[in-house]
């Protein structure tokens, strides 16, 4: 929160300022952007083209920042990679940086252009912001150069930065952040030497920035929240969808609510590398998304937040993630468990083969529990309940406990794991908790169609991802999704080859 000094009496500036600080809620926007990508070289464009290309995607940044600050916006987000795409090597992307200057230098690209060197696009999306009265949040590209002296410095002369840059309403250059958890792809940039956790006040709440990546990491993303105690967090994403568990809409709500925080998250929009999915997230559920697979269109989110969530009526409880599992007799062990794999990961499943009833399944320390039951069982449809324990080592490092009730893709039990977005059997009523050894637990619920599930679950503070409503709409997945950060850099545990049709004692 924002600390204050007494008012001075009679100053009408402090008393303007005692009111600002009142706030209690804030209008924020994102804005879903398709991109318009530069042509696939190696070769690096002149200046002028680079900065042609950038231009036409600022012009359609510029209109939908018009439009959300006509709505009474005070913050926009937009997306990373959408001022120039991803298209690059490192050679190729240099004419689109720039120098970004650290904000504590207090300055105002849009009425002091040329205090530093050129910044075109600094000094456009500053006036965006000014001309706007609103805050903008951009990604771009940030250059510094180095020598000799410094060990780490890149045989070129230069650190290339995947940026965040943030703008107040007057136009001036509050945050800067550096990508710390860069993709697998994502070889044109360097990662800076340590992780920044980047946070500025407003009238309107603490605000902390990372970017895409970074959210499934404890640097800087947990520091910002935990530690730091941001009441927002800024997200630019260029999140590639991954069903079951990691479509954005699906994982950045389930983020924020395990958090605890508000998240504005702003994607780019690429039907053919499913890059969809943008949002306004609260600590009780979503207040506006977006998915759309089927067009290249950009599209504009409005919605209102509390600017201090933690200080809401409807903030939800602290949970104790093994509270229930520690107090209630285990279920009986299904003895037809088998194994099968989503996106690389090696699941044990089993099947739920009634319409209703009480199931365990368990992967080393993890035991995930479930009782559920089904508005009717589909002979066409089958589910199952997974869990997963393990070091997760495909575009990342990273150590998962995850709990899931799952459509399987068809009827074939080989089918399960794999991607689908359509059901039709709903469910009067579910209870997923598990035998978490972190605190650090996403809960998702996710509809047939890709669809979210605003208030239609919660989290009880014994550790039980429980339905509020019976019967639900058809259910693609409910998870828990636990992120166990102290075991990330652990070795993998030997495992023998998947084989997910065959059942074992």
């Known amino acids: 929160m924002l600390a204050f000094q007494p008012l001075v009496q009679g100053t009408v500036l402090a008393l303007s300022v005692l009111q600002a600080v009142a706030w209690d809620s804030f209008t924020a926007a994102v804005y879903e952007h398709s991109v318009i990508l530069p042509a696939l070289t190696d070769e690096p464009p002149s200046p002028d083209d680079a900065l042609a290309l950038m231009n036409k995607n600022m012009d359609i940044l510029e209109g939908a920042i018009k439009e959300a600050a006509r709505q009474g916006a005070h913050i926009i987000v937009t997306p990373e990679d959408g001022i120039y795409g991803w298209r690059f090597t490192r050679e190729a992307i240099y004419p689109y940086l720039e120098d970004i200057p650290d904000p504590e230098v ?43 002296s410094d060990p780490s410095c890149p045989s070129d002369g230069r650190y290339q930065y995947n940026t965040d840059v943030v703008f107040d309403s007057e136009g001036k250059l509050v945050a800067r952040y550096h990508k710390y958890n860069l993709f697998m792809s994502e070889t044109q940039f360097n990662f800076p030497k340590e992780p920044e956790t980047v946070t500025f006040e407003t009238p309107f709440g603490k605000f902390g920035i990372f970017t895409c990546f970074d959210i499934l990491f404890h640097d800087p993303a947990v520091v910002l929240v935990s530690k730091l105690q941001v009441d927002t967090v800024l997200f630019p994403t260029a999140w590639m969808n991954v069903l079951p568990f990691l479509t954005a809409v699906e994982f950045h709500s389930a983020w924020a609510m395990g958090m605890g925080v508000n998240l504005l998250s702003a994607n780019t929009h690429k039907v053919g590398l499913a890059m969809t999915g943008s949002g306004i997230y609260a600590p009780d559920g979503a207040r506006a998304y977006y998915y759309n697979m089927k067009t290249e269109d950009g599209h504009l989110l409005v919605a209102e937040l509390s600017s201090h969530p933690r200080l809401s009526p409807a903030y939800p409880p602290a949970v104790n993630w093994s509270s229930y599992v520690s107090s209630v007799k285990r279920f009986s062990p299904n003895d037809h468990d088998f194994s099968g794999l989503i996106f690389h990961d090696r699941f044990t499943f089993t099947e739920l083969t009634k319409s209703e009833g009480n199931l365990t399944v368990c992967q080393k320390d993890l035991c995930c529990h479930l009782s559920y039951k089904m508005a009717g069982k589909r002979e066409d449809e089958f589910y199952v309940l997974g869990a997963f324990d393990e070091l997760h080592v495909v575009e990342g490092q990273y150590y998962l406990q995850i709990c899931t009730l799952l459509k399987c893709k068809s009827t074939d039990l080989k089918s399960c794991g794999q991607p689908v977005e359509a059901a039709q059997t709903k469910f009067d009523m579910f209870s997923l908790s598990g035998t978490f050894g972190t605190d650090y637990v996403f809960p998702e619920v996710l509809y047939s169609g890709v669809h979210l599930a605003p208030g239609e679950f919660e989290v009880s503070s014994d550790g039980r991802l429980i339905s509020k409503i019976g019967p639900t709409k058809p259910i693609v997945t409910v998870t828990l999704f636990g992120r166990w950060y102290e075991k990330d850099h652990l070795k993998q545990d030997p495992q023998p080859p998947a084989s997910p049709c065959c059942y074992h004692n």
């Open 106 to 148: 207090n300055w105002i690209p849009c009425t002091d252009p040329k205090r530093f060197a050129p910044a075109p696009v600094q000094e456009r999306l500053s006036c965006m912001a000014r001309n706007n009265s609103i805050y903008v949040v951009a990604n771009m590209g940030d250059k510094k150069l180095c020598n000799s």
